[in-house]
């Protein structure tokens, strides 16, 4: 089972605010936030950590590396991906929020990217 993430960036006070005001209609809050790292999740588990870069020169983003976060209902995706565009997130070609049979009967969600170029997806199997 997955515990948590880490994510480097190159801001962290931008980044922080960015996935506080994004993730929020998960239901995340940021549990820890200092000038070393971020912890955002859920109420009862610290799930995302937000570090700064440690070197500016190293890349941040893996070729085709994406973070999925569940969320409870297609409402849900849809309000955290409106959150994300409200926030400055930068949209996935063909990945706004919709329908994915190919990845199952029941799969429905939608890739944003972050401050840095992290790809993140939000995504219900909920009707």
């Known amino acids: ?3 948590h993430v880490s994510l480097g960036c190159s801001d962290l006070q931008q980044s922080t ?3 506080a005001t994004a993730l929020a209609p998960l239901g995340y809050r940021v549990h820890k936030s200092d000038e070393q790292e971020t912890a955002l999740g859920l109420p009862e588990q610290w799930m995302l950590f ?3 870069a ?3 020169a190293r890349a941040l983003v893996g070729d085709r590396m994406h ?3 569940g969320a409870d209902s297609r409402a849900q ?5 409106d959150a994300a565009r409200a926030a400055g997130a930068r949209p996935v070609p063909d990945r706004e929020p919709a329908e994915r049979p190919q990845f199952g009967e029941d ?3 939608g890739v944003f990217l972050d401050p840095d170029g992290h790809m993140i997806e939000v ?3 909920a009707s």
């Open 50 to 52: 937000l570090y700064p």
């Open 17 to 19: 605010a960015f996935f």
């Open 67 to 69: 973070v999925a976060l």
């Open 123 to 125: 995504l219900t199997r």
């Open 54 to 56: 440690s070197d500016p």
């Open 1 to 3: 089972m997955l515990d």
């Open 77 to 81: 995706v849809h309000a955290a991906f």
């Open 107 to 109: 799969y429905f969600g």
